[in-house]
């Protein structure tokens, strides 16, 4: 079955500390890997994707294919980080695009 | 350009009520969806439509029905409206490309729904 686990409803740091957001999925094809972002009042939009390998925001993230993971990281957290994340997949080639979300960790960043 | 809009932005229906989600792009994207997300959970697929005249369905159509007429407009109704169906609810839209997408859905507002 095709799944996204984010295993942290919420993730609470203090500026200037790492952050770690965790993604696991299963997918039995050739998965895309997407994190997306909420922030307050806004929209929900793409973050980053793992096929483009670059850094938005400072955030990086990696596909382990071995681990089945994609975890997003930061090394120093900024308060304008604060917002819902959620980790989401869609199959190479997937008739329609379609996205499976995962259930979102919200990141509290405090002064 | 206005990207994905939906109205109305809250709705409470009493159960057994029907009513249509609005939903609207201006970007000429082909594909297009529903999906719903309830407290504590992630998004959920309802109906998707790869353009217009095609929809399919997602992971929980159940008690929603949907059209395209048009490129610009994908809405959904609900039929006989019940408790398990208040959420939240959130239109995409994508670009098509050969083999796929670009993965990037362009998301409305949302639409807040309760069924009392």
């Known amino acids: 079955a095709q799944r996204v686990t984010q295993p942290e409803k919420l993730l609470s740091v203090f500026k200037g500390a790492p952050v770690e957001l965790k993604c696991n999925y299963s997918y039995s094809g050739s998965p895309e890997l997407f994190w997306y972002v909420q922030y307050s009042r806004q929209r929900l939009q793409l973050l980053l994707r793992?096929?483009s390998r670059e850094s938005i925001k400072g955030f990086t993230a990696d596909l382990n294919k071995g681990e089945t993971s994609f975890h997003l990281k930061k090394p120093f957290a900024q308060e304008e980080d604060s917002a819902m994340y959620y980790c989401a997949l869609s199959g190479w080639g997937d008739q329609g695009g379609k996205l499976i979300f995962g259930q979102g960790t919200e990141l509290s960043v405090k002064p | 350009n206005a990207g994905v809009t939906q109205t109305p932005k809250f709705r409470i229906l009493k159960i057994g009520q029907s009513m249509t989600l609005q939903c609207t792009q201006d970007?000429?994207?082909?594909?297009m969806y529903w999906y719903r997300q309830d407290p504590g959970m992630g998004l959920k697929l309802i109906y998707y439509s790869v353009g217009a005249g095609i929809t399919d369905k997602g992971e929980v159509p159940n008690g929603y029905n949907v059209s395209r007429s048009t490129t610009e407009d994908f809405p959904l109704r609900l039929e006989l409206a019940a408790p398990s169906q208040t959420s939240v609810y959130f239109c995409?839209?994508?670009?098509?490309?050969?083999?796929?997408?670009?993965?990037?859905?362009?998301f409305g507002e949302g639409s807040r729904l309760t069924v009392l």
């Open positions: 995409a839209s994508t670009k098509s490309l050969a083999g796929g997408s670009t993965g990037e859905l362009f």
């Open positions: 793992h096929i």
């Open positions: 970007m000429n994207h082909n594909y």
